[in-house]
């Protein structure tokens, strides 16, 4: 089915130039193998990458592996030296990068950076740069918990050009198990998608953003339901822009195959009715809301509380309504507060989602067509029109999830 004529990508909300230019400094620990797949993946998506290796980090990795998977030199103490550059290296490091990350950050560069201290490529890069930095520490337990060293990250990012990831809990190298561990690629490969899109503006920063991601599932024994295809990826898309724009999240989720993001509070639930309480109890603290869930119209009237054999299941399956989760929220809603719905739709995609704009009062919603290739339920990509109270309507061409996501959060921030 091709796409309704009311969907025009050339009217679509323009998209800032995202800036491809990525400098990864590589820190002295045992994460550092990790770093070869992060640079191999940007290289693929069309990132153009450099590295600096510190001096500990050449212990781990060669700068040859990483020269190789990121097609270019990889810069070391060595090149620092040498007087064979037009300009100094550092400068041109920092002119040149949109976004540095550094990644494994020691406790020895954590402190550099905090007091301002400028002692190799690495430490000069950052302060000849003016370009968001992207943080991922990695440490034994007893060394990230030292109050000298929490005190250096709280200091670190005290200062906006920063964004930390924080770390990870789990086996470490030291056979330890606790926190300490690097963020895993696929996770920091987001959050520099995030900071190339936003050129690490916080514009979230204080707010309380509230997300519904994921289908519910409508038992009618303890083993079978009426369900369907959502997967929550649009949801954890949204939780994770939130989060890099500086918000707190809160991510009401069903069923999920994937790991929920360091800093977001997850609540799981499984029905709509769990979804209906909990999202109730965490709206009225609620800056932004987002109803992103694919939550079902309708359930099994009847519940057996054991398995059905065959031979007991009903010819015909009475159904009754659920509860309207977004109408109920927009009649809780206060002047100060947004809400956003999803209108998940085939054919005609504008005209349900504005009548349901207008029906359930909300702010604006996103009207999502599910019947296009690669996009909707289970998709890493999407596209959708966004229309408001105001009338506008503004269509987003097929992008990743994470990109529709942060057009989404620029949108909200025009309704103001």
Known sequence: M?????????????????SKRVLIAVGGGIAAYKVCELVSTLFKTGVEVRVILTLSAQKFITPLTLATL????AYTDDDFWQPIHSRPLHIELGEWADLLVIAPLTANTLAKLACGMADNLLTNTVLASTSPVLLAPAMNTDMWEQLAVQRNWRQLLTDVRYHGMGTASGLLACDRIGAGRMAEPPEILTYIQSLLHTNGKRDLTGKRVLISAGGTREYFDPVRFIGNPSTGKMGLALAQA????????TLVHGIASWDVPLGVQAIPVNTSEEMQQAMLAYFPNADVTVMSAAVA?????????????KRSLPQALPLEPVPDIVAELAKLKQPHQQLIGFAAQTGDIVTPAREKLQ?????????????????????????AIFLDQQGRQLAIAPCTKLEMSHQLFDFIQSLR
């Open 2 to 18: 091709s796409m309704p004529s009311s969907f025009n990508p050339t009217s679509q909300i323009p998209n800032p130039k995202l």
């Open 242 to 249: 939130a989060l890099h724009r500086g918000a707190s999240v």
């Open 297 to 309: 119209d309708v359930k099994p009237r009847d519940y057996s509380t054991e398995k059905l054999p």
């Open 359 to 383: 029906s359930k009062k909300l702010d604006a919603i996103v009207a999502n067509p599910i019947d296009q290739a690669d996009s909707g339920f289970g998709s890493d990509h999407n596209q």
């Open 70 to 73: 990121s097609r270019h030199h």
